[in-house]
């Protein structure tokens, strides 16, 4: 049996053992969603097991490096999971600090800051959040004007971010500075990091269509942050950036996929609309869901296809763009089908049976992917110009 | 799990078909036969040296004179036909013909056929469609069994190939009502029996196909193709994959329409700067790409579930084929805008990519067809 095989008997019995059955179930809604961190509270004991028993063995986020995650290859990445899907295991964490800064503070240090930071995201214990945005900085992100001053061995930052998800809930920000006023746009930004609780960082939930209020307008206030807390180094934030966007969006896009265990688009169809002599009972609907439904799984394949070329080392290199406009679309796509095949049970806001409303607040909810991580008329300029040489 | 790279012998197929296309099958060629009024449609100069590249024999069994590389390898060579516009019995025979005579024939009629057409000495036709919009399991066409044999009568239009045939394969009912799948039944027939006749008109791609009629045509039961009433299962098969390698080539010419319009776009100024520097077009341009993205990848997952018996194959196929449909239809579209007055000029090669693009379309059901085929194999 090859080492690959060995791994994958000894995950799936491991698995078996250990991720508790309320986690094997469809999540049903944001409330299923664990993010960990300092002011998290578990929705349920298992919710806590099975974070604990997967951050034991670093695969919360299973291909960093031993010292601080999992230590796998990337076949046992795909195997481990694989063999989650298979049980339809829910991811145990969700965390900024393992699809975002964890990554760039692997590949751009310092070691200190790897030491200091890493193990704690593994483990679900530090919640981050991306303070990007600002109110005059949006599509156009290098034109911030969030300003750090250099006092010696630390720096005084004052500015306000917007749109920062999860602020209020988060423990640790990285956010983008200008330490250089005098440098040209993208030149004089830096990358910092600084706990929320310093004195001088204040933040005010915005509320969305949706009704939730996932996302806040932050203060900083003479805001001290130490000079050993900078990703990289001094002014090399505008690179550190682009690379976090990359991996953004590629988790963004990754929305237009159908979790594993979820119910399909055409299941959820025939349970609205129902069965007339085998077909659906609308035409015009049926047609939408199978083309909804064939174009989701040719989105699945290219997205598979991505990452077969990057083991393969070839491919496109701004793929990202690509599957971020076109998952982010597809999924809004999916809510706008979701919602017309369900009528008026879509309108629901709140009342009825305890109905709390989920058709229509995922459906305003979506709006909101092809607008964050970069819009789609941003990827798209990506696309143009980094692919087709189109300028 | 599904092939989506290219194993380097594939990638050496497609590149060595990319460089024997491009040289002795370019676009020049196509408008050179359709100038000349070439009245088999295709060169067989070009068929034959196709066939010593070994083209021919890509899904025929090594036993049987082939080569036995794949549908992926020969989705390979329908891309780049599809980027020059190369007509040739590919599709006919070395697709279809095999595939039906692979899956279905018996030793002898495998002994008897599959050597020559992988030596590319007989062709082959599929006479299954009835109206003029794809309708498979639509069989007026009526074979009797007459003590002996059978006697076939009723009428096929659309035949690709079917003017230059040596053989055709022929969907009829031997059972039951002209609609539903039980009682149909495939024969082999030879195109020079008596009460056979053969109509041929050229289509808006300047390719060849042809009307057929029987009238009380006579064949012997060595001529069944499969089980009798029990054709629809081999149709099926059949069908899927001839739409796989229809996509596969209307992937060739949406990616060779987009290219040809991006160069376009990077050279002809107006108002002073380049047509590419318009943000409006670079978004069309940058959404066709992403469509084309997807179009690959869906082709590439038909064909290989195609190699590995995948139970999804078919309904691959179609997702592949209907999504070919829409991305082909915008990619030539969008070519013949982009290129203002000079993309309708008939001296101007874009257009020739629009038209073979809607042929290929419609050919075994358009993105409408696979849609609706889509939605039954999934139980809505
Ligand atoms: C749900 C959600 C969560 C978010 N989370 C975070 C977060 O955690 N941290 C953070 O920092 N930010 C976050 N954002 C902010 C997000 O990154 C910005 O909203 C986004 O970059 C767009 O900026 P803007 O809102 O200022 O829009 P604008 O830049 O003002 O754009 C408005 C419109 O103009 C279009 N446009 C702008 N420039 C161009 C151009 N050059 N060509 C063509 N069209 C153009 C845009 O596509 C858009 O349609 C979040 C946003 C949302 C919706």
Redesign the pocket.
Known sequence: MSDLETFRRETRAWLEANCPASMRTPMTGDDDVCWGGRKWTFKSTDQRLWLERMAERGWTAPDWPAEYGGGLGKDETRVLREEMDRIRARPPLHSFGIWMIGPAILRFGPEHLRRQHLPPIVRGEIRW?????EPG?????AGLQTRAEDRGDHFIVNGQ??????ADRADWMFCLVRTNPDAKKQAGISLVLFDMNTPGVSTRPIT?ISGSS??CETFLDNVRVEKDQVVGEVDQGWTIAKYLLTHEREMIGGFGRTAAGARTVGEQAVEAVGLEDGRLADELLRGEVARWEMDARAFELTAERARAEARAGQGVGNSSAMLKYYGTELNKRRHELLMALNGSDGLLWQGKDGHDGALARQWL?SK?NS????????QL?IIARNILGLG | MATLVLTEEQQMLKDSARGFLQENAPVSAMRRLRDEGDPDGFSRATWAAMVEQGFAGTLIPEAHGGFDFGHVGMGQIQEEAGRTLTASPLLATAIVGACALVHAGTEAQQQELLAPMAAGELLTALAVDERPRHRPELVHTRAEYNGAGYTINGCKSFVIDGHVADRLIVTTRTSGECRGRDGITLFLVEPGLPGVEIVPMVTVDSRRAAEVRFNDVEVPAGAVLGHVDEGADVLDRVLAVANAHLAAELLGIAREAMDRTLQYLRERRQFGVTLGSF?ALQHRMAQLFSEIELLQSAVLAALSALDEDDAEAEALCSVAKARACTVAELATNEGVQLHGGMGMTDEFDIGLFLKRARAAQQTYGDDRHHADRFARLRGY
């Open positions: 959040c991306q303070g990007y945005s900085a949006g599509s156009d992100l971010k917007i749109w920062t998800s999860h969305l996932p996302f909810r909101g607008i964050e991580g970069g819009t789609s008329e941003i300029n | 943000q």
